[in-house]
């Protein structure tokens, strides 16, 4: 199964991701978590996407086309895969059929996660990530039993430094007018199915669950 997840910041793209990849046992491929390793690990990559991603802005299409290219085409993802913030752009959803076909592959389904945007910010100013395994953490909905530790290794949490404030409206308005497009060209395909995020993370995966069990697996 090849998974789009499409939806703005703070929908729970990220959990639902890990969540389906456990389930089905096919990799959440997130370019966020891409371009923040290249960052932490001072690559060239990281450099020329450190500046876009401070600021709230989307890192331009063909950097981002390139690192998807080159992962999809990794083992690992021959069986299936879940794709978490990628496509954001029209040209991005271009690219990647693009890349599929030459894969002889295509997408099986889109998974538009759907939250109103004041619900967005409380979500994302309180979230909190752990340094070493990813794991994600809410000051209020999901707080960590030891403040500032991961519950499950132990590591330090931090806060994204795109989780501020100013910068999460920005990331939403660059939602609106850039990314929320693909809903439209994704339904004139019919591959969207739209999911409810309003609710806790087991409730949206239930529903997630049941579309992709029923109308993904082709
Ligand atoms: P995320 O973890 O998905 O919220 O992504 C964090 C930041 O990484 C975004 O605000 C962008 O700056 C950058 N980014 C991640 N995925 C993409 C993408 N598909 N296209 C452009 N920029 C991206």
């Given at each position: ?48 996407a450190k500046s876009f991603m ?165």
């Amino acid at each position: 199964m090849d998974l789009i997840l499409l939806g703005p910041p703070g929908a729970g793209k990220g959990t639902q991701a890990k969540m389906m990849a456990d389930r089905w046992e096919i990799p959440q491929v997130s370019t966020g978590d891409i371009l923040r390793a290249a960052v932490k690990e001072g690559r060239p990559l990281g450099l020329e996407a450190k500046s876009f991603m401070d600021r709230g802005e989307l890192v331009p299409d063909r950097v981002v086309i390139g690192i998807i290219g080159e992962r999809l085409e990794e083992k690992d993802a021959a069986g299936g895969f879940i794709l978490d913030g990628f496509p954001r752009t029209i040209p991005q959803a271009e690219a990647l059929q693009e890349i599929l076909a030459g894969l002889g592959r295509k997408i099986s389904c889109v998974l538009s996660i759907e939250v109103e945007e004041e619900k967005l910010v409380v979500r994302l100013t309180g979230r909190r990530i752990c340094r070493n395994c990813g794991q994600s953490y809410h000051l209020v909905f999901n707080p960590p039993a030891r403040d500032g530790i991961c519950g499950r290794c132990g590591g330090d949490l931090y806060q994204r430094d795109d989780d501020k404030e100013e910068t999460i409206r920005q990331r939403l308005t660059v939602y609106r007018e850039q990314t929320q497009p693909l809903v439209g060209f994704y339904e004139s395909k019919n591959l969207l199915k739209r999911i409810d995020g309003s609710d806790s993370k087991e409730k949206i995966f239930s529903g997630i669950v049941e579309v992709v069990e029923s109308d993904c697996r082709g």
